[in-house]
């Protein structure tokens, strides 16, 4: 009896480090070695390594704004449309350099983002609430309009693009997404010399440019964007 | 004008702020309007690469979303269930083989005068000591050797680690023997192993939203991974086909099927929400105020309301219309004044929800 007892409570022991470890080892593929550091991420999404930084920030961030947004009153959609709100605004401030690495740290200020994202949008639905059945109408035409400027402006920015052609957009995107030298985006696209590298990418620059030149309404759409 | 690549990267280094205030670019660009015309349409080729980026950025957002909203099964969390089940049922175990046990060793360590009160239908008390080899059942094979010391109560001799020394008690022989010889053999048969045990595939899904109200939608599967190439995808498991695009959708929820080459299907999304989209008419409505009006193309079977929008997002004009209504609008403000000549966006929204959407251009 004894010695069922001992061989039982060592069965036990073995299990029990066993699922410890199991989540220990769960735990750190999922919070640490998807998670980067504040740098890797800036240099991931100058680099465009996109997917890996929304999975990383998918990992991190977003349980904390499911949590802050579902106890506020609201729904897990709202959480995503938040989170999703405030990935975008991150992205154009590194993108456009305007992050300031020494003053925020990357989650701090996403967080904050998600919060500010958060309370306006609280603010929008209960002014909607309160106004008047004719207000009502205009915030429901402004709803429609942003709908409508939005996909009027992806639109357009597809055509664009689409009319470019694929090396060009291949070449553009190497040079401004992933910032990479001459040398490397000659590499990437295998036989072309950095010297054709160069030429084509200020021809696609240039073509690029006279596209817009040509077409006042693209022009008026992308000043209204910037 | 002809501008050479030396002036693009000075606009550029420009541009990007790398320019002090007396830099002769700098100086340049406040006398050379033509310049400065170049300037402002590099700064909107970038405005334009950045938000072309940024549509990627949601593409893959919204993806990942819908993924995570309808999220595969997670093989992880089975082991998390199994564990605790198994670790259980150990327990489970070992509790009920020991219990069993404990009252097998009572019943041996009974005196042997209990056992004297049957003996007008025993024979006699049979006991057998049976030194045994570690681990190993016990099974009566042999004939019974006599070795009994009565009316002392039995000790029974045991190892610590070996399993306890039986002292075989044979009252009645009543007991069913050897059971084991009594199970029937069973035929053994073969089970071929399932090629698609284990495997799961995997991919990615690509989606083109329809306009609202009609069926242009279309889902792409790329990058599938898992089982065996080459793959057939299919929607709701039927009609599998080997091109991974499906067009023609309409606003849904899909089952997204993919089966390997040999014939394993994995659901790879299980309603997969293909929603719908808000759609403008590109196709130009031009005209001019002071010559005609603009004939709305309303739907005359439904009644709604038309919403006329300038470009910065100021409403313009609205009203309502009822079923068979002919509108024509005159390039008015809800006010009456006469608006300028430019493009302004249509919104028209039935009463059923339906909305459609256009552009008109307004010249003098």
């Known amino acids: ?226 | 004008m002809g501008i050479d690549e030396n002036t693009y990267e000075l606009i550029d280094q420009y541009l990007q702020g790398n320019l002090q205030e007396d830099h002769a670019f700098v100086q340049r660009l406040k006398e050379d309007e033509e310049l400065s015309q170049e300037v402002e349409l590099r700064k909107l080729m970038n405005v334009a690469i950045m938000n072309y980026r940024l549509m990627d950025v949601e593409k893959l957002l919204d993806n990942k979303r819908n993924a995570f909203i309808d999220p595969k099964p997670n093989k992880w969390k089975w082991v998390l269930w199994a564990l605790p089940i198994l670790m259980i049922g150990t327990v489970a175990y070992f509790y009920t083989s020991s219990s069993k046990q404990e009252a097998a060793t009572q019943s041996k360590t009974l005196p042997i005068q209990e056992n004297t009160l049957a003996q007008d239908k025993v024979a006699e008390p049979v006991i057998k000591k049976i030194s045994i080899p570690k681990q190993k059942q016990i099974t009566k094979t042999e004939e019974p050797s006599i070795n009994i010391t009565a009316p002392k109560p039995i000790v029974l001799e045991t190892k610590e680690t070996a399993p306890v020394a039986l002292i075989e008690h044979k009252p009645t022989f009543s007991e069913p023997e050897r059971k084991a010889e009594s199970i029937p053999q069973k035929e053994s048969t073969i089970i071929p192993a399932n090629p698609c045990l284990g495997i799961r595939i995997k991919a990615f899904v690509e989606e083109e939203r329809p306009c609202r109200g009609t069926a242009e939608g279309q889902l792409r599967i790329k990058e599938t991974k898992g089982g065996k190439a080459p793959y057939q995808f299919s929607l709701e498991g039927k009609r599998f086909q080997e091109e991974s695009k499906f067009a023609g959708l309409k606003a849904d929820e899909y089952n997204i099927v993919v089966k390997d080459a040999n014939n394993c299907e994995t659901v790879v999304y299980e309603k997969y929400p293909l929603k719908s989209k808000n759609c403008i008419n590109y196709s130009e409505h031009i005209f001019n105020p002071n010559v005609n009006t603009w004939e709305v193309p309303n739907n005359q079977e439904k009644q709604g309301e038309l919403t006329i929008l300038d470009e910065n997002g100021h409403m313009v004009y609205s009203r309502t219309f009822d079923k068979l209504e002919k509108i024509n609008w005159g390039g008015l403000r809800s006010s009456g004044e006469l608006l300028v000549s430019g493009v302004y966006i249509y919104n028209m929204k039935y009463t059923d929800g339906v909305v459609e959407q256009g552009k008109i251009t307004i010249t003098y």
């Open chain 1, 1 to 226: 009896m004894v010695h069922k007892v001992k061989l039982l409570i060592s069965i036990l022991s073995i299990f029990l480090k066993a699922v410890t470890f199991l989540c220990l080892t769960m735990y750190l593929v999922r919070n640490l070695m998807k998670s980067f550091s504040d740098q890797e991420i800036l240099q991931a999404i100058r680099k465009g390594q996109d997917t890996e930084v929304i999975d990383s920030l998918y990992t991190t961030i977003l349980p904390k704004i499911k949590k802050h947004v579902c106890n506020n009153g609201g729904s897990l959609d709202d959480a995503y449309d938040v989170f999703q709100e405030a990935i975008i605004v991150f992205y154009k401030v590194v993108i456009t350099d305007r992050f300031d690495s020494e003053k925020y740290n990357v989650h701090g200020f996403l967080h904050t983002i998600c919060k500010n994202q958060w309370i306006n949008l609280i603010k929008k639905r209960i002014n909607s609430q309160n106004r008047e059945k004719k207000v009502e109408k205009e915030e429901q035409g402004a709803t429609a309009l942003e709908d409508l400027i939005l996909t009027e402006r992806k639109t357009a920015l597809n055509q664009l693009f689409n009319s470019l052609g694929d090396k060009c957009t291949e070449i553009l995107t190497l040079f401004f997404h992933q910032q990479l030298s001459l040398k490397e985006i000659s590499q990437k696209l295998g036989n072309m010399s950095e010297d054709a590298v160069k030429v084509k990418s200020h021809r696609c620059k240039k073509l690029l440019t006279d596209k817009i030149r040509g077409n006042n309404h693209l022009i008026q759409l992308l000043r209204n964007w910037a």
